[in-house]
């Protein structure tokens, strides 16, 4: 895919997919090392005892190196701006999520949180998507449709901005975000984060997306840390070609042109 393409797709449908973003062997020893923190026998679907399993804060030596491939960098570079983002070394959290009986909890629509304000038990965004530069989705199973990929609501980057800009800097939680989120984006399609392991989604940090129950046989494993940011967003730059796409998708939604520009 080449820059202007990533670009385009980015803006438009609030996300684009990088097919092999992440080596294959670097993708098997994730995932491998994955298996071994659940506790659970790959072969031995009677050890999978529970929907979810929740791992975080992973960080040998393929987690480190999962997130630094050319592709990845290129593609922050584009869609941030080139310095304007700080290098991952490990991934988190992993909602892994097992085929089992029991309906898993947490599947409503919203966008991430990513800073927690004192005395907030919940994790708050504002306009300028304070402490997350990108949301990103790294496969490191086989997904396919019935093996409770995300939901995404193709496009629904461009109807957050609006919910958000009434609650101004300070910005607002997950619960208060949710019911205005869900409502705005309800006309968009719907897209699954289906795929191979290795291949990543780029997300904007204000794309409506959803879990959803597992119905297939084998367990998905996917991580879905930010990419963080290493200045914060500027919706008022006096170089507006400076705006990253990002910030254009921001802007676009509160429905203030910009114009969009490429690196080379």
């Known amino acids: 895919m080449d820059d202007t393409t990533l670009v385009s797709l980015f803006l438009r449908d609030g996300f684009v997919k990088l097919e092999g973003a992440v080596a294959p062997r670097v993708a098997t020893d994730c995932e491998r090392l994955l298996w071994r923190e659940t506790g659970c026998d790959p072969e031995d679907p009677a050890t999978w005892t529970q929907p979810v399993h929740r791992v975080a804060g992973m960080a040998q030596g393929p987690f480190a190196a999962a997130p630094n491939s050319p592709s990845l960098h290129r593609a922050y570079d584009l869609l941030v701006g080139a310095g304007r983002w700080e290098?991952?070394?490990?991934?988190?959290?992993?909602?892994?999520?097992?085929?089992?009986?029991?309906?898993?909890?947490?599947?409503?629509?919203?966008?991430?949180?990513s800073y927690l304000p004192e005395g907030e038990s919940w994790y708050f965004t504002n306009?300028?998507?304070?402490?997350?530069?990108?949301?990103?989705?790294?496969?490191?199973?086989?997904?396919?449709?019935?093996?409770?990929?995300?939901?995404?609501?193709?496009?629904s980057?461009?109807?957050?901005?609006?919910?958000?800009?009434?609650?101004?800097?300070?910005?607002?939680?997950?619960?208060?975000?949710?019911?205005?989120?869900?409502?705005a984006s309800a006309h968009r399609p719907l897209a699954l984060?289906?795929?191979?392991?290795?291949?990543?989604?780029?997300?904007?940090?204000?794309?409506?997306?959803?879990?959803?129950?597992h119905h297939?046989?084998?367990p998905r494993?996917?991580?879905?840390?930010?990419?963080?940011?290493?200045?914060?967003?500027?919706?008022?730059?006096?170089?507006?070609?400076?705006?990253?796409?990002?910030?254009?998708?921001?802007?676009r939604g509160l429905g203030r042109d910009a114009p969009v520009t490429v690196p080379r």
């Open 87 to 113: 290098p991952r070394y490990s991934l988190g959290t992993f909602p892994l999520r097992f085929p089992h009986e029991e309906e898993p909890d947490g599947t409503g629509w919203h966008i991430e949180g």
């Open 193 to 213: 984060a289906t795929g191979f392991p290795g291949d990543v989604f780029l997300c904007h940090p204000f794309l409506v997306h959803a879990a959803q129950p």
């Open 127 to 155: 306009l300028r998507s304070r402490g997350r530069a990108l949301l990103m989705l790294f496969l490191f199973s086989e997904v396919g449709e019935e093996d409770a990929p995300t939901r995404i609501r193709v496009g």
């Open 221 to 251: 494993f996917m991580a879905q840390p930010p990419l963080m940011p290493a200045v914060p967003y500027d919706l008022e730059r006096a170089d507006r070609s400076a705006h990253s796409p990002v910030e254009v998708a921001i802007l």
């Open 157 to 183: 980057h461009l109807d957050a901005p609006k919910v958000l800009e009434e609650y101004g800097e300070e910005g607002a939680s997950g619960p208060a975000l949710a019911p205005g989120l869900e409502a």
């Open 216 to 218: 297939g046989v084998r």
